[in-house]
């Protein structure tokens, strides 16, 4: 009796424990899935892809140069300015933590940082009409003009050039310094980056499962989805997203041309669009050309 009073308040934590240890594993368990689901999704290439079609279409880059330029000059002087105050600080400090990975490592938290600060200046005077202009243009690029038209004059008068703002808002929201919760998410988890191999991973996979959608804002507001409609049509995508996310990541943690690559990726968010609009238009096709046949029949 005495040795069963003793043990029995061990249960209760032991249960917790092990309970805590479950859970902790099914999240492993359920990471690794998504994570082997983005990468075999191949989504990851679109960015690829975009920067492929921006150097064979010149143009279509070439016609927001200004931002270009202005993004350059901006990117070089937050960067230089971030790296002599703050690289050899933080490579001291993940030596700790990375050993020899701390120069790569705390490159790339400098690219970071920068990308968080070049946002907010980049944004409001540059940016948000730029990366518009060019994912319509690669729309228009690859077939899908009515689309870019129609969703322009989906809304009449004031209302459309409303919307049109709400438009330009959503469709820099991927680089995660224009909302709160993007600040919040991406401050908290660049310390990730400290632990090694597995930190940096976890950060973009993270911040790509976020970000990876509001890289389509654009199209959804020319389809006119609802809020419903957006989630949905994500949920469906969402590893092929995440992948999408943590490429773009990469390409904009980039030194000093960081921000450059954002328009390519948004031509290559721009392509992969093109291509869900085509496909969903030949489902429809065939649908209705079945439906049409059958009507015949009777």
Known sequence: MSTSSS??????????????IGRV????????????????????????RGLIFSITHPQIILSVRHALLKSLITSAIIFAVLAFFTYVPQMAL??????????????????????????????PLFLEPALSNVFDATLQARG????????????????????????????VKPLQAFSKDGIVRYVLTLPLNMIPAVGTVLFLLYNGYNGGPGWHARYFQLKGFSKSQRASFVEHRRAEYT??????????????????FSFTNTVGAALWAAELEAQANLIDGQVGGTRSRKNSQT
Do not use: C, D, Y
């Open 7 to 20: 043990n029995s308040p061990q249960h209760p934590a032991k249960h917790r424990a092990q309970s805590l």
């Open 243 to 260: 992948a999408f996310g943590m490429a773009t990541l990469l390409f904009n943690f980039v030194p000093i041309v960081g921000l450059l």
């Open 25 to 48: 594993q099914h999240e492993a368990q359920e990471t690794a899935s998504h994570t082997f689901q983005a990468v075999a999704s191949f989504a990851w290439l679109w960015p690829i």
């Open 144 to 171: 899908q003009g009515q689309l870019v038209r129609e969703g322009k004059t989906r809304a009449g008068g004031g209302q459309q050039s409303a919307v049109a703002r709400g438009v330009q808002g959503a469709l």
């Open 94 to 123: 993940l030596a700790v933590f990375t050993g020899p990975l701390a120069p790569i490592i705390a490159l790339l938290l400098v690219g970071a940082e920068s990308l968080l600060l070049i946002s907010f200046l980049a944004r």
